[in-house]
């Protein structure tokens, strides 16, 4: 905006109000508006006080650069668009008043009020530098005006004192000192641990320049402007400046000299060196808001740190300022609820809360409701101002009513038409902000990177940008992470990148139909390739390492799934799935697949649509195999033979061999056990193990033949191919085997008496599984130390660990067959000892537990 006053006025300049309305509309406030302000020996600046012979944007532009405080009256009319111009004069007034106080008036009742002035007097009320009161009639107008002059008045006397710029006052009234902080209109939710550590930063020696750094809606002013209150009740200096309406870097100086109080009128020297020695032994922190896109303004703050020893800078931007003296803190969403429970005290859930109950009076989060509100708080990745956007839907739809259409609220928010009100295309426009900022490249690549979903890695991200024709993607996704568009997760020592949902589906927008697809076949393409690398991988010694890989991109890894079928790609589908198969047995995801399988199977026969047998036993193996283990009693046992035969017609022969296993599994435990039966189908799965030079597969058929012989009594037999089953493992370093070999071999010691090496045995195998994050090994193993418990005769624990085996299982949803649980022999021999109840008692105990509790029951 122009210069502000001379520091020494002529007696017949008087404070100049800027006075900002319709006029028809609202002509007895104005004239009480006059009133108000010549009482108080200050002049007004009004359109009717004298025609000039300019246009009326000319006029206007020219009054405002000449006022020193900015007042808006406003009621139901938007006002006047000039046929070249895309918004009124009365918006463009306000635009214009960015470096004036600005006191705001909001007649009330409305009920006429157009839907764009609703829109300004949504971003007014956003703006926390504005003093904003409602009134009713001209006569309430006329007292308030004076009030808060006469307030504004006594301000600007305190402010010369300490070198302070005029600020307007405070909605509640009163100053204090740092009156330019921008003054919130509602209390902050949540972000005690970001103030905490922000403040902190700030207190250490040495910190001269701290950025908050987060995307757009994320709360970065909110927290600059609650930490800057808090610091300057303690009685620190502190001096804001809001940098959102400074149009280019070299405009920068002027809106830091207007924050700390450096007019900008006729003197000697630049506007830089005043500032310079204004600052030079000053005390004081300076709040830089919205650096993002005048990041060249850097050097700027540099100089000043240079030359202002006691300078202290807090800047927000969506991308950080890259120079030496810089801190970056990352500002994130809002803490949401862990895991999928519902929790009312979580910060995003009490922010939903709070700002659907300003819109419909008596909203709360209850126990019926507190599980929705949490799943729309989740599917906007806790950006506050997305849960705002959500909550203020409250007015009309229940929280029941929102979530399922929340997707289509997305689009509406983020993607919606640009004739919308400002207020509806608010996430739309924070991106945006982000975006125009971004180099083609960058721009591109962010289109590009929508068609992931969740986490995914760098290796996938640089492939997959490659491919659909990004030319440098490292350099593309520095300048979007920069950008605060690209999160960026550690995951034990491995960066992985996230899109929040809001983007992804702004992002989306970016790409034409051709270019859509092409990114779409090249992510798909990813991660086939990936599956078909990490198969042999999952078998060897780097089975943590390919595991872990794996399940950081297991959204997408799963997503692919669900588009092949979508298409009725059926026989690429289960190629892809079946490349995977350990790593879903493993990560605990079968029963995800069986879903898929049965899905498969059922589109082939609905549909007609043709598949290759080899296709059809993959997805019959995964429905029967998996049934097997959550369905006990349940016959599979003709699935799986049709699946192992299929595999043989279609010449896969490992696929049978595993199929085979399975069949001997579910021989042996079926509602009519076949043993003899079970023995032939195992002895031939090992044959074709042997065949194919696959140790793994050995060592799979190997263990469950030697539970048929532990089954017969044969501790001896049992014991041998135990070991062999290890020695097979072991020489691979494939760690499931080693966890179940170890475990049943276990089992033979402890039911022959060696306690000790049972307990060598089972917790060997236990942390394999727990470093495997194996669910089903870890309850194998929470049940073999309450066998051997039991045997030490200690009930308590027995009964605790059997609990919580249980618990897992029932949790993860697979069980135990009966012929399995050799725990039930020592746990019989505690019931026939009269201990039953306590065992019992013990076991419900057991079932509430937490993890870390129980593993102390195994140490002890």
Not at 136 to 145: F, V
Not at 203 to 228: F, M, Q
Request: glycine fraction near 8%; hydrophobic fraction near 45%.
């Amino acid at each position: 905006m122009a210069p502000g006053p001379a520091a020494i006025r002529t007696p017949d300049q008087h404070l100049r109000v800027f006075v900002s309305s319709t006029l028809k509309e609202l002509e007895p406030e104005r004239r009480a508006a006059r009133t108000a302000i010549e009482s108080m020996r200050f002049a007004p600046v009004m359109f009717e006080l004298g025609a000039r012979p300019h246009p009326p944007r000319e006029l206007y532009r020219s009054y405002l650069a000449q006022s020193d405080v900015f007042v808006g009256i406003y009621w139901e009319s938007y006002g006047w668009t000039a046929p070249d111009e895309t918004v009124s004069g009365l918006e463009d007034e306000y635009r214009l008043s960015d470096d004036l106080p600005r006191l705001i008036y909001i007649k009330q009742p409305a009920p006429q009020r157009e839907d764009r002035l609703e829109a300004l007097l949504d971003r007014i009320r956003a703006d926390d530098r504005a003093s904003y009161k409602s009134f009713a009639d001209a006569g309430e107008l006329e007292r308030l005006i004076a009030d808060d002059l006469a307030t504004l008045l006594a301000e600007r006397f305190d402010s010369t004192r300490d070198a302070q710029p005029l600020a307007a006052p405070s909605p509640n009234g009163g100053g204090r000192r740092g009156g330019d902080i921008p003054a919130p209109y509602t209390a902050i939710v949540g972000r005690e641990s970001e103030q905490r550590e922000v403040r902190a930063l700030l207190g250490e020696r040495g910190v001269r320049l701290v950025t908050l750094v987060g995307p757009g809606g994320i709360g970065k002013s909110r927290l600059a402007i609650e930490i800057a209150g808090a610091l300057a009740a303690e009685g620190r200096d502190v001096a804001f400046t809001l940098l959102e309406a400074v149009p280019a870097p070299e405009r920068v100086i002027v809106a830091v000299a207007r924050a700390l109080g450096v007019r900008d009128a006729a003197a000697e020297g630049s506007l830089e060196d005043r500032v310079a020695v204004a600052v030079a032994d000053r005390d004081v922190l300076l709040v830089v808001d919205n650096m993002e896109h005048v990041l060249a303004a850097a050097d700027l703050l540099v100089r000043l740190l240079t030359v202002a020893p006691k300078l202290q800078l807090l800047v927000t931007s969506r991308s950080p300022l890259r120079v030496r003296a810089e801190h970056v803190y990352d500002v994130g969403p809002l803490t949401l609820p862990q895991d999928d429970a519902p929790d009312a005290a979580a910060s995003a859930v009490l922010l939903f809360e709070q700002r659907a109950a300003a819109v419909r009076p008596g909203f709360r989060v209850t126990p019926e409701n507190a599980a929705t509100v949490t799943a729309i708080c989740r599917a906007v990745d806790g950006v506050p101002l997305a849960i705002e956007l959500a909550a203020a839907r409250v007015r009309s739809l229940s929280v029941e009513q929102i979530l399922p259409r929340l997707d289509s609220a997305l689009t509406l928010l983020v993607g919606g038409a640009r004739d919308l009100p400002e207020r509806q295309r608010a996430l739309r426009s924070t991106i945006e902000w982000s975006v125009h900022l971004l180099e083609p490249d960058a721009r591109a690549a962010l289109g590009i990177l929508s068609v992931f979903i969740g986490s995914f890695s760098l290796d996938s991200a640089e492939r997959v940008l490659a491919q659909a024709g990004v030319e440098d993607p490292i350099t593309a996704l520095e300048a979007l992470v920069d950008a605060s568009l690209l999160g960026t997760t550690d995951r034990r020592g491995v960066t992985m990148f996230r899109l929040l949902a809001l983007v992804r589906a702004y992002a989306a927008g970016l790409l034409s139909e051709e270019a859509s697809a092409a990114a779409v076949e090249a992510w798909l393409a990813n991660y086939r390739d990936l599956a078909l690398t990490a198969q042999p991988g999952l078998r060897g010694s780097a089975q943590l390492i390919w595991l872990d890989r794996l399940d950081g991109e297991i959204e997408n890894l799963a997503r692919v799934t669900r588009v092949l079928l979508g298409r009725r790609d059926l026989d690429d589908a289960a190629s892809y799935v079946w490349s995977l198969y350990l790593f879903l047995w493993i990560g605990g995801y079968l029963g995800v697949v069986r879903v898929w399988s049965e899905e498969l199977l059922d589109i082939a026969e609905r549909d007609g649509v043709p598949i290759g047998p080899r296709t059809r036993a993959i997805a019959t193996y995964y429905r029967d195999a998996v049934r097997f283990w959550q369905e006990p009693g349940y016959d599979v046992t003709a699935g799986l033979r049709l699946s192992r035969d299929l595999f043989r017609e279609a010449g896969d022969q490992r696929g049978a061999a595993i199929a085979g296993i399975s069949l001997g599994l579910a021989l042996l435990t079926g509602p009519t056990p076949d043993v003899p039966a079970a023995v032939v189908e195992l002895d031939a799965s090992r044959d074709e193990f042997a065949d194919l030079g696959d140790a793994w597969g050995q060592a799979m058929a190997l263990n469950v033949r030697g539970r048929v012989d532990m089954g017969r009594g044969e501790m001896a037999q049992a014991r041998a191919r135990f070991e062999e089953s290890l020695a097979r493992a072991t020489s691979q370093g494939e760690r499931l085997g080693i966890v179940i070999a170890m475990n049943s071999r276990g089992w033979t010691r402890l039911l022959t008496g060696d306690v000790a090496g049972a307990h060598d045995d089972f917790a060997h195998s236990l942390d394999l599984s727990l470093a495997l994050h194996h669910d089903e090994g870890i309850a194998y193993g929470l049940e073999a130390f309450a066998g051997l418990r039991a045997v030490e005769g200690d009930v308590v624990s027995a009964g605790r660990l059997l609990g919580a085996a249980r618990q897992l299982r029932r949790r993860k949803g697979f069980l135990n067959p009966g012929s399995f649980e050799f725990y039930m022999i020592s746990l019989g021999g505690l019931r026939a000892a009269g201990k039953g109840d306590a065992l019992d008692a013990a076991t419900l105990e057991g079932l509430d537990l937490p993890m870390t509790e129980v593993l102390e029951l195994v140490r002890h």
